[in-house]
């Protein structure tokens, strides 16, 4: 029932920015951790921020200080804004959350967009 859908990945020049939304749709209870994790060809997913219900974030080392994560709990949705961009930071980005629908907690992904920074 519970569906995550990415928004807003593309291709951009280095040192550019990217803004990603990802909203929860269905029967939702409520919505714990929400994060966003990213997998570049042939290496392993990684995570790259996250958010708690009570606001609490958390970044990988090599995003600090040029990315951003933030949450609108009554659209269900969480974003990243991803600054000064960097080949590197090109991979597939995935939203994933902590949701309670019906009693369960279960763990979703959403679909991933794609974010390709290249001159």
């Known amino acids: 029932q519970v569906q995550l859908v990415e928004s807003g990945g593309g291709l951009v020049q280095p040192g550019g920015s990217l803004r990603l939304s990802c909203a929860a749709s269905g029967t939702i209870v409520s919505i714990y951790i929400m994060g966003w994790y990213r997998q570049a060809p042939g290496k392993q997913r990684e995570l790259v921020a996250f958010?708690?219900?009570?606001?609490?974030?958390n970044y990988a080392d090599s995003v600090k200080g040029r990315f951003t994560i933030s949450r609108d709990n009554a659209k269900n949705t969480v974003y990243l804004q991803m600054n000064s961009l960097k080949p590197e930071d090109t991979a597939v980005y995935y939203c994933?959350?902590?949701?309670?629908?019906?009693?369960?907690?279960?763990?979703?992904w959403g679909q991933g967009t794609q974010v390709t920074v290249s001159s």
């Open positions: 958010i708690t219900g009570g606001g609490s974030t």
């Open positions: 994933n959350a902590d949701i309670v629908t019906n009693y369960v907690r279960n763990t979703f």
